[in-house]
């Protein structure tokens, strides 16, 4: 039992860590700010959730447990409301969304 | 293992560094500010004090983002040309930096049993702990007790810091306008922005909660007055952000604020005079109740309590004195 759920807990922590790996380049790679946004939201929601299960199926049935679960239900709340202000605040700055800054190299007729 | 972690965090840290130097736009300087006090706060719970970075966090990356933001909107976005004597500068960085390096030459290698730290009166406040005041974190019973005039010293630092700025910057009495509000002005802050507004309403009786929890809980684990009143001013300017000023001054009105950031220090110093009526020394809390234990208990919460309430009124009549001047 205590096999099965470290398979679980190490692929969670694995799938997590990708998950974050892959919104911390699309952050970088993506071509405005719109766009970065939504690969950094993956940070956000499915590398927390992935790390912070992983961790919680760890620490076992303890009050660590729960601490960790609150954090979680704080970032889930939190960083989407962040992004929303983000987005909001760069809309009421001027950016439109389809007319953001190219990347340099990436030409558009 | 800690010790990669360590490497990693320092890295960051200089990295964030030489971003704060390098950026010319003010705005994004203060965010990386707080970038860098939530790293050193990572920092020092590496290194075991959790009580440190407990303020840290809630101070450094928490509080201070938002007292910067808010003296970023009395002024530009954007930094002023270099004017200054460069080469100056960089000597005197290079002199100071050098100096530095020299210095920890001398130092004792990280957790070393035999360095002078641990040779002096620390070693003692450890070992005494649990006999003379008996509370599980030790850092509570040496900042409250051993230490009860230094923490003294350290309130009446933040009680003066608040009345200074309130000195430099509200020109004119804050008191007075705020405290009866005409009905539009109750539609300022962030009312019109649902999202952050439903969610921030949500979240603030928890960070409420959160750090009256770190307040009492402070003989326990990682907490006290400092961290507990950052906590709680927090919420309050979280209230004000969302719900606008003059909402905020409706639930904290300035004479109560005032009240609080006197009545913190007075409460302190009350408990001292008491041990002093009844026989015994400044701040010395073992006279408070008939067992001695019992009283150091009582002190520290009393003590631990007048911090956190100077605290809380220190950082809202800054912040609030920020935010009068925006409206000038």
């Not at chain 1, 679980?8 to 380049?25: C, N, P, Q, R, Y």
């Not at chain 2, 302190?268 to 150091?296: C, E, H, K, R």
Request: charged residues 10%.
């Amino acid at each position: 039992m205590t096999m099965a759920i470290d398979i679980l807990s190490w692929l969670m922590l694995t799938a997590g860590g990708v998950f974050v790996f892959i919104g911390g380049v699309g952050a970088l790679r993506m071509p405005n700010l719109y766009t970065r946004m939504h690969a950094a939201s993956l940070t956000d929601t499915m590398g927390a959730v992935l790390v912070l299960g992983g961790i919680m199926l760890q620490a076992g049935a303890t009050l660590a447990t729960i601490k960790l679960a609150a954090i979680l239900l704080f970032l889930l709340l939190t960083s989407p409301t962040a992004s929303n202000a983000l987005a909001s605040a760069a809309i009421l700055s001027g950016l439109q969304p389809d007319e953001g800054p190219i990347k340099r190299g990436a030409k558009v007729e | 293992m800690i010790i990669i972690f360590g490497i990693f965090l320092l890295t960051l840290l200089v990295i964030t560094a030489l971003a704060i130097v390098r950026s010319e736009s003010l705005f994004a300087a203060v965010i990386l500010t707080g970038i860098f006090s939530l790293l050193m706060a990572a920092n020092f719970f590496l290194l075991d004090a959790a009580d440190v970075a407990l303020t840290e966090a809630a101070i450094g990356a928490g509080i201070s983002t938002v007292l910067f933001l808010g003296a970023l909107a009395l002024t530009g976005e954007h930094e002023r040309g270099g004017s200054t004597n460069r080469l100056l500068a960089l000597g005197v960085v290079t002199v100071t930096t050098l100096i530095v390096i020299y210095a920890t030459f001398d130092k004792p290698r990280m957790g070393d049993p035999e360095a002078p730290v641990h040779q002096h009166v620390g070693a003692w406040y450890l070992e005494k702990t649990p006999e003379l005041i008996d509370i599980p974190n030790a850092v509570t019973a040496v900042l409250g007790s051993f230490r009860g005039y230094d923490t003294l010293g350290e309130v009446f630092v933040v009680l003066t810091a608040g009345i200074g700025v309130l000195f430099l910057l509200s020109a004119r009495n804050p008191g007075r306008p705020e405290e009866f509000p005409a009905a539009d002005e109750l539609d300022q802050g962030l009312r019109h922005y649902l999202v952050p507004r439903v969610v921030g309403r949500m979240l603030i009786p928890f960070i409420f909660l959160f750090g009256l929890y770190v307040q009492f809980h402070g003989d326990y684990g990682p907490g006290g007055g400092f961290q507990a009143g950052a906590i709680v001013a927090a919420s309050v300017i979280l209230y004000a952000l969302l719900e606008g000023e003059a909402r905020a001054f409706r639930a904290l009105p300035m004479r109560v604020l005032k009240w609080l950031v006197a009545g913190g220090a007075l409460l302190y110093g009350a408990v001292g005079v008491t041990s002093m009526l009844l026989g015994s020394n400044f701040l010395d809390y073992s006279v408070l109740a008939s067992d001695p234990i019992v009283g150091q208990h009582i002190g520290i919460i009393l003590i631990e309590l007048g911090v956190g309430i100077t605290v809380t009124g220190v950082l809202l009549c800054v912040f609030h004195a920020f935010a009068a001047r925006g409206k000038v």
